[in-house]
T-cell receptor
Framework: DAGVIQSPRHEVTEMGQEVTLRCKPI?????LFWYRQTMMRGLELLIY????????DSGMPEDRFSAKMPNASFSTLKIQPSEPRDSAVYFC???????????FGEGSRLTVL | AQSVSQHNHHVILSEAASLELGCNYS??????LFWYVQYPGQHLQLLLK??????LVKGIKGFEAEFIKSKFSFNLRKPSVQWSDTAEYFC??????????FGAGTRLTVKP
């Protein structure tokens, strides 16, 4: 398996623009997680899905953030409108079961100017 | 509240030195414990994990960790580090993946 695939790897955008980050989990994994990594706050769990259903989005910082998982092989994290403080590396991870090893993608580095 | 603390922000060692990175957590009940590693520019990878049984856990690349329940600690160790161990190390206790909380991370720099 190719592992968790994220795109884009790097995104530079201007404040106010919409940003969409994409994730393809490992085939067969039933849990998908979105994390944000910053120097100040470290790794934060934003939202996770189980069998494509959002279970807990309490980590989503604001209403500007939204995430979807239309099918088992694809998820998006959208920020609209983006702000400079959203600059971070966004990781997607998937696991088989709630106790399985988390497999992380390479991350999407977002810079909002 | 559940929390995890990694004592060292940045550790600098010479090759062949011994390594110990501290991790303390405040979770009630039975927890699972993980160490993840992030090499420069790469994603996080599982280094080792503890669910139950022998409190001394061996992971990849010669790393090990010891679970000391009475101290709420899960320190990571390696007897002799290599330059290729330069990375950031994250301790992560959890009941399950849904509430896994990562520590702030410890950056390890190994000088050749």
């Amino acid at each position: 398996d190719a592992g968790v695939i994220q795109s884009p790897r790097h995104e530079v955008t201007e404040m106010g623009q919409e940003v969409t980050l994409r994730c393809k989990p490992i085939s067969g994994h039933d849990y998908l997680f979105w994390y944000r990594q910053t120097m100040m706050r470290g790794l934060e769990l934003l939202i996770y899905f189980n069998n494509n259903v959002p279970i807990d989005d309490s980590g989503m910082p604001e209403d500007r953030f939204s995430a979807k998982m239309p099918n088992a092989s694809f998820s998006t994290l959208k920020i609209q409108p983006s702000e400079p403080r959203d600059s971070a590396v966004y990781f997607c991870a998937s696991s088989l079961g709630a106790y399985g090893e988390l497999f992380f993608g390479e991350g999407s580095r977002l810079t909002v100017l | 509240a559940q929390s995890v603390s990694q004592h060292n922000h940045h550790v600098i060692l010479s090759e062949a030195a011994s390594l110990e990175l501290g991790c303390n957590y405040s979770y009630g009940g039975t927890v699972n414990l993980f160490w993840y590693v992030q090499y420069p520019g790469q994603h996080l990878q599982l280094l080792l994990k503890y669910f139950s049984g022998d409190p001394l856990v061996k992971g990849i690349k010669g790393f090990e960790a010891e679970f000391i329940k009475s101290k709420f600690s899960f320190n990571l160790r390696k007897p002799s580090v290599q330059w290729s161990d330069t990375a950031e190390y994250f301790c992560a206790p959890s009941y399950n993946n849904n509430d896994m909380r990562f520590g702030a991370g410890t950056r390890l720099t190994v000088k050749p």
